[in-house]
T-cell receptor, first 116, second 111 residues
Framework: DTGVSQNPRHKITKRGQNVTFRCDPI?????LYWYRQTLGQGPEFLTY????????KSRLLSDRFSAERPKGSFSTLEIQRTEQGDSAMYLC??????????????FGDGTRLSIL | QKEVEQDPGPLSVPEGAIVSLNCTYS??????FMWYRQYSRKGPELLMY????GNKEDGRFTAQVDKSSKYISLFIRDSQPSDSATYLC???????????FGDGTTLTVKP
């Protein structure tokens, strides 16, 4: 169990550029989540995958944001035409499948996005 | 008003003290309750995971859930300087899908 892995750890880009982040979940975890966290705030839910199916999207996920999980393993989050307000920590989490009541989400260390 | 409210602190205690952290919530559909610890520039680390009401103990940590009052607590016994971090409560309706987080309480344990 190597934990949730996110790359890159830090991304600095100019306003208007596109960025893509990658998340590798814990192996055997079929559920994958993206959250966004700004300074002094708790993580805010963005989207959720069950295997390759995107089952839930927050209204925070504007049309500039797209997430994919093409083979049900790793996931990518792309932000197009970045804006200053996109500066945040982007967190990925994963959890097991199944109906059992003990299916907590485990987080990676995030990708910190800084928009110049 | 946010669905989950958490006192941001900061909270400062001497080493060895008992720490009490709390969250209130408004959504009666929440059934799963979590506490995470987050160090600076790191992701949240799961500490406790509780389903429905009641108490759960794990080492120095005890989580309590009172659904009738929509109030959850985390107690840390014999606090250590290494416990200095931000503590986030989180909750969800189901065991899949989104979790809703509080904004965290910053704790400092002084040697």
């Amino acid at each position: 169990d190597t934990g949730v892995s996110q790359n890159p750890r830090h991304k600095i880009t100019k306003r208007g550029q596109n960025v893509t982040f990658r998340c590798d979940p814990i192996s055997e975890h079929n559920r994958l989540y993206w959250y966004r966290q700004t300074l002094g705030q708790g993580p805010e839910f963005l989207t959720y995958f069950q295997n390759e199916a995107q089952l839930e999207k927050s209204r925070l996920l504007s049309d500039r944001f797209s997430a994919e999980r093409p083979k049900g393993s790793f996931s990518t989050l792309e932000i197009q035409r970045t804006e200053q307000g996109d500066s945040a920590m982007y967190l990925c989490a994963s959890s097991r499948d199944g109906e059992q009541k003990n299916q907590p989400q485990h987080f990676g260390d995030g990708t910190r996005l800084s928009i110049l | 008003q946010k669905e989950v409210e958490q006192d941001p602190g900061p909270l400062s205690v001497p080493e060895g003290a008992i720490v009490s952290l709390n969250c209130t919530y408004s959504n009666s559909a929440f059934q799963y309750f979590m506490w995470y610890r987050q160090y600076s520039r790191k992701g949240p680390e799961l500490l406790m995971y509780t389903y429905s009401s009641g108490n759960k103990e794990d080492g120095r940590f005890t989580a309590q859930v009172d659904k009738s009052s929509k109030y959850i607590s985390l107690f840390i016994r014999d606090s250590q300087p290494s416990d200095s971090a931000t503590y986030l409560c989180a909750m969800s309706n189901t065991n899949a899908g989104k979790s809703t987080f509080g904004d965290g309480t910053t704790l400092t344990v002084k040697p």
